[in-house]
T-cell receptor
């Protein structure tokens, strides 16, 4: 079936290090991917998105990489800060119904000062 | 108010109660969504409304009843819930348009506890 999942449920890094959060998806028809950050007591917040015609996209301190061959998505956070501590979700959309996102389980990122 | 707001933020109800969750979006979007977020599970899409019309019901039990009176407001009416329905209920909105961003904007959620 179609699914989006995360390899690591938890990730602990030192402040200032780079973080990499991974995501696998199984729907080969997916053409749009998005990363969300959810802090405790808040709803998910958009970080960055990428379309399937790209393999890399950069934002402020974040980079998303897409490997369609192996159906893998990653989020890289440079110089991780304590404020980056949160749960990170990837989500995918297959374009047919462009309003429906399928979410992965989430990875808890903890940044140690 | 800006973005997506949800009320109440916390709700405790008994299994025989009837309550409603409210969501309002101030972004001019044309689609709204209800999600359920339980511990150790991915976000589960419950309902989708596009231009006030329900376009998705993800096999949700009838004890959850959505209502979308206009494109800015979304309700989730609850009755005779079960303890396993305790979760964070998230509302989101987006602008559905060809070729545009598919980002959904989320509210802060309602933490529901069924006793």
């Amino acid at each position: 079936g179609e699914s989006v999942g995360l390899h690591l449920p938890t990730l602990s890094v030192q402040e200032g290090d780079n973080s990499i959060i991974n995501c696998a998806y199984s729907n080969s028809a997916s053409d749009y991917f998005i990363w969300y950050k959810q802090e405790s007591g808040k709803g998910p917040q958009f970080i960055i998105d990428i379309r399937s015609n790209m393999d890399k996209r950069q934002g402020q301190r974040v980079t998303v990489l897409l490997n369609k061959t192996v159906k893998h998505l990653s989020l890289q956070i440079a110089a991780t800060q304590p404020g980056d501590s949160a749960v990170y979700f990837c989500a995918e959309n297959s374009g047919g119904s462009n309003y429906k996102l399928t979410f992965g389980k989430g990875t808890l990122l903890t940044v140690n000062p | 108010e800006t973005g997506v707001t949800q009320t109440p933020r916390h709700l405790v109800m008994g299994m025989t109660n009837k309550k409603s969750l409210k969501c309002e979006q101030h972004l001019g979007h044309n689609a709204m969504y209800w999600y359920k977020q339980s511990a150790k599970k991915p976000l589960e899409l419950m309902f989708v409304y596009n231009f006030k019309e329900q376009t998705e019901n993800n096999s949700v039990p009838s004890r959850f009843s959505p209502e979308c009176p206009n494109s800015s407001h979304l309700f989730l009416h609850l009755h005779t819930l079960q303890p396993e329905d305790s979760a964070l209920y998230l509302c989101a909105s987006s602008q559905v348009q060809g070729g545009g961003s598919r980002e959904q904007y989320f509210g802060p959620g309602t933490r529901l506890t069924v006793t």
